[in-house]
């Protein structure tokens, strides 16, 4: 072969040598970007083996719809809390590993990729650990410890009396029934597991107080194997009792969480509520009862069908339901019956309300019926089917103002409530609405609501007075029989800095 030949030969193979030798490398780098998972448990008693350790696969995507303490909306809500949040007991299908742990307790998982992970350990009689989250990349993590919890399983019908304390870290099992009984206290520290059955009840006729911490929630739970949305538990304040008092508590899976009954009142402020049936919070009363304050503040709220019923409001009594963010409610976000006082600001309502297909009506994010003196100010109404949603009886003294109002069905829909038959006719200024699909505002039901709405100083998409009245306002140029909406002030722009969220 002669010298020229022999270099032709060599440019031929160069290809092919050039990536057998780059071969070992790749493979030795697939090899790198396979790291292990290690670390204990440790139990009660030093029963540490035996232990059933799972690795879940992270949410992809926390969303700001449900967590909205973020950059994105700082102003309401509380910064995403994996306890509160996370339960393993729904998490199948982002299984991705098991293991048992010895009798020294360790547990080891090998050859994972890179990636976002959460780790629970179980065991029968025991509590389950508090998640812990870990991340590969592009090295092996020790986990530490996760620690199994005592559990301390009530009498069935249990009533407390007396000071109770119930102990950080411990799961605490009600069998049936437990009432805190009259001039009883029940004190719940940060991060106690409350655990409930179907059909369970906690009656309070004394006074109950869970006021956990950032990162140590107190958790309320069905206790079922695979809890879901309508496990029927509750906590009932009776007309003897201390008002509900709430703090960094998370309330997941059931019928409804809290309940009072016939004395509306209490304090709720960084709970989280998930996967409710039926309400969130029900505080109910009666005109012939007394009230205590309602504040309702910082919370956050995702697949409730009505996550705050409040009704009897009296005169000259303090509500404050402000800076929550409540997302994904069917029936409402927050409904007012009967009240006569207070303030809905600066909450973010989102994907509240549906449609009912057969009756043609539908919910939204927040319903007012017999309402006075209420300002309902500085909120975000999103994605929703209606935005303010009005019974009967909503007189001019309820301001609605500088909201902002985007991707709804309906801004302001002007009902009626069949069992109190009545004119709604509230102040609705300085409003941003857009991108509203159908009626800005819609007078229904004009043969009752006979009263003329100011809605001046409003900026509506863009929209002339011309334009709004031919295709977004229906009032009596569409139906003689109903009053004008007057909006014959428009604003030019909509300045989001006075329209919307507080401080946004």
Same mark, same amino acid.
């Given at each position: 072969m002669t010298r020229e030949s022999q270099a032709r030969s060599c440019l031929r193979l160069w290809p092919l040598l050039l990536a057998l030798a780059l071969l070992p490398a790749g493979c030795k780098k697939a090899e790198e970007d396979k790291n292990s998972i290690t670390g204990s448990v440790s139990a009660p008693f030093g029963d540490a083996g035996g232990v059933i350790v799972e690795v879940y696969a992270a949410p992809e995507f926390v969303s700001t719809d449900v967590w909205s303490a973020t950059a994105a909306h700082p102003e309401v809500g509380f910064l995403y809390d994996l306890p509160a949040a996370w339960d393993y007991r729904r998490q199948s299908s982002q299984l991705r590993a098991r293991d048992t742990t010895g009798a020294d307790g360790t547990f080891e998982?090998?050859?994972?990729?890179?990636?976002?992970?959460?780790?629970? !350990?179980?065991?029968?009689?025991?509590?389950?650990?508090?998640?812990?989250?870990?991340?590969?990349?592009?090295?092996?993590?020790? !986990?530490?410890?996760?620690?199994? !919890?005592?559990?301390?399983?009530?009498?069935?019908?249990?009533?407390?009396?007396?000071?109770?304390?119930?102990?950080a870290g411990r799961h605490y099992i009600i069998q049936s029934r437990l009432s805190?009984?009259?001039?009883?206290?029940?004190?719940?520290e940060p991060g106690a597991v409350v655990?409930?059955?179907?059909? +369970?009840?906690?009656?309070?006729?004394?006074?109950?107080?869970?006021?956990?911490?950032? &990162?140590?929630?107190?958790?309320?739970?069905?206790?079922?194997?695979?809890?879901?949305? &309508?496990? /029927?538990?509750?906590?009932?304040?009776?007309?003897?009792a201390s008002p509900p008092q709430f703090r960094y508590c998370a309330f997941r899976y059931g019928d409804d969480a809290i309940r009072t009954d016939r004395?509306?009142?209490?304090? =709720?402020?960084?709970?989280?509520?998930?996967?409710?049936?039926?309400?969130?919070?029900?505080?109910?009363?009666?005109?012939?009862?007394?009230?205590?304050? =309602? /504040?309702?503040?910082?919370?956050? +709220?995702?697949? /409730?069908?009505?996550?705050?019923?409040?009704?009897? /409001?009296?005169?000259?009594?303090?509500?404050?339901?402000?800076?929550?963010?409540i997302y994904g409610s069917a029936n409402y976000g927050v409904k007012l019956v009967t009240a006569y006082s207070g303030a809905v600001r600066c909450n973010w309502f989102y994907a509240c309300g549906h449609t009912d297909v057969s009756t043609g009506t539908a919910t939204g994010a927040l319903y007012l019926f017999n309402a006075r003196d209420i300002e309902v100010d500085h909120n975000e109404f999103r994605?929703?089917?209606?935005?303010?949603?009005?019974?009967?009886?909503?007189?001019?003294?309820?301001?609605?103002?500088?909201?902002?109002?985007?991707?709804?069905?309906r801004a302001l829909n002007v009902g009626w409530t069949p069992e109190t038959v009545g004119p709604s006719f509230p102040h609705f200024n300085f409003n941003c609405i857009q991108a509203v699909e159908h009626y800005h505002i819609y007078m229904g039901t004009c043969v009752i609501n006979t009263e003329s709405i100011d809605a001046n100083n409003n900026y509506w998409d863009g929209f002339s007075e011309f334009g709004l009245r031919q295709r977004f306002l229906y009032d009596h140029d569409d139906d003689p029989t109903c009053p004008y909406v007057t909006v014959g002030t428009i604003l030019p722009s909509c300045n989001r800095s006075e329209a919307g969220l507080c401080g946004l």
């Open positions: 998982f090998p050859d994972f990729a890179d990636g976002d992970y959460i780790l629970s !350990a179980r065991k029968t009689g025991y509590g389950w650990s508090v998640p812990r989250a870990v991340g590969l990349h592009g090295q092996s993590v020790d !986990a530490g410890t996760l620690a199994l !919890a005592e559990v301390d399983t009530l009498p069935a019908n249990a009533v407390l009396t007396g000071e109770n304390r119930w102990l805190v009984a009259a001039g009883a206290t029940l004190t719940i655990r409930l059955p179907l059909d +369970t009840k906690i009656t309070v006729l004394g006074r109950l107080i869970a006021e956990g911490e950032p &990162g140590r929630f107190i958790i309320f739970t069905s206790n079922e194997a695979v809890p879901d949305l &309508g496990d /029927v538990w509750y906590i009932q304040f009776s007309l003897s004395r509306p009142g209490g304090r =709720i402020e960084y709970c989280y509520f998930g996967s409710f049936g039926a309400q969130g919070v029900s505080l109910l009363g009666n005109t012939d009862a007394a009230m205590d304050s =309602i /504040v309702f503040r910082r919370n956050v +709220t995702n697949d /409730v069908q009505l996550v705050l019923l409040v009704s009897n /409001v009296a005169a000259q009594r303090p509500m404050l339901i402000e800076r929550n963010a994605k929703s089917q209606y935005g303010v949603d009005l019974g009967s009886l909503v007189d001019s003294s309820v301001h609605i103002h500088n909201n902002y109002f985007y991707l709804l069905l």
